[in-house]
């Protein structure tokens, strides 16, 4: 049996490629000229009331990351926090939901662990693979460039709608599609073209991942605000005042950055702060390349849309967002 020392020699020098340096999406550590792993982690309480959706999307909300970097997922491990005496059908079913999830996106799951906790959580520690050669960063935005974002916004207020007891069950059930929807197609389709960054919406809403791009890239970025996709109902929570508590914490951190030029609602302002659950990629792609890429998308079913473009920064350090109206 070759040694251990021998196997690894026989790799190029490894190397950590996307680290805490420039924080991204995902960690990718380089093995050799073809092949980088690429790693990350999520995990959060109950989201919707359905065991299985919750944890399909939990599980696709995780793979994104791995997406969102030009990877594909090869094994994942459960991430579990369950209450003691809650019983083991809905605990069954969550895992359900995120096997399947996993499985869909022609991953494994390889293991888990579990401990006890007053409130169910779950996610997954996703690892997989991207060419070294084709990592898509949130650094690498350029002037010129198109920025298409490829699912509607509006998942934290229609689940907070959900949670209050105020949501319509067509709005809910339109979100929990798209949650659950895998960002693979629309990351394969992205690889075909020429994209200089990529993020996925999550957490810290539209801006806030707008903002990382941008930072990242030492560049502004420009929304049109009318080219922004909502999922149905999310106007309507919005308007009544239905956010996460994310979205305060959102527009506290991020609002030094933003400038709204026209006139805009409080509310149409908050949306862009909500925060999302396994939302879609937000991609800076060449000029030339905008309206094919789009195209590509549309037609395979993703809710895609070009909602903006990349400038040059104002500051030295970028990361500026103007949204106007």
């Known amino acids: ?63 994104s990351d791995i997406y969102a970097m030009g990877g594909f997922p090869l094994f994942a491990i459960n991430l ?32 888990g662990h579990t401990v006890t906790d007053k409130e169910p959580k779950y996610g997954l520690a ?10 898509l960063t949130k650094g690498g935005a350029r002037a010129g460039d198109a920025l298409i974002l490829t699912k509607a916004l509006g998942t934290g207020t229609i689940t907070t709608a959900l949670k209050r007891g105020v949501a319509d069950a067509a ?18 389709i992205a690889l075909r073209y020429d994209i200089h960054a990529a993020t996925d919406i999550t957490g810290f809403g539209l801006i806030g991942h707008a903002h990382e791009v941008a930072h990242q890239s030492g560049m502004d970025i420009h929304f049109d605000y009318g080219a922004i996709r909502w999922l ?14 994310g979205e305060g914490r959102n527009r506290d951190y991020y609002e030094t950055w933003t400038h709204f030029a026209g006139a805009f609602e409080v509310y149409e302002q908050d949306l862009l702060y909500d925060p999302q659950t396994s939302g879609g990629l937000l991609m800076a792609a060449a000029p030339d390349d905008a309206e094919s890429l789009l195209n590509a ?16 920064g104002i500051q030295p350090e970028g990361g500026g967002i103007r949204v106007t109206k």
């Open 297 to 312: 998308l549309l037609k395979a079913g993703e809710t895609a849309a070009i909602i903006g473009s990349v400038k040059p």
């Open 126 to 135: 996703v690892t997989g693979m991207v060419n070294p050669k084709r990592i």
């Open 171 to 188: 709005h809910v059930k339109a979100a929990v599609e798209s949650m659950a929807r895998l960002n693979k197609t629309a990351a394969e």
């Open 1 to 63: 049996m070759q040694p251990l020392k021998g196997i690894f020699s026989q790799l190029n020098t490894p190397a950590l490629l996307v680290g805490l340096d420039q924080p991204d999406d995902a960690a990718v550590y380089q093995l050799n000229d073809t092949q980088a792993v690429v790693s990350t982690v999520d995990f959060f309480p109950p989201v919707v009331d359905d065991a299985y959706d919750f944890g399909a999307i939990a599980a696709a909300n995780a793979m």
């Open 232 to 245: 149905s109902g999310a106007l309507d929570y919005a308007k009544q005042g239905i956010f996460p508590g």
């Open 80 to 111: 579990v926090a369950y209450p003691d005496g809650l019983g083991l059908d809905m605990l069954t079913e969550i895992l359900r939901g995120g096997a399947e999830k996993v499985r869909e996106a022609g991953a494994v799951i390889a293991g």
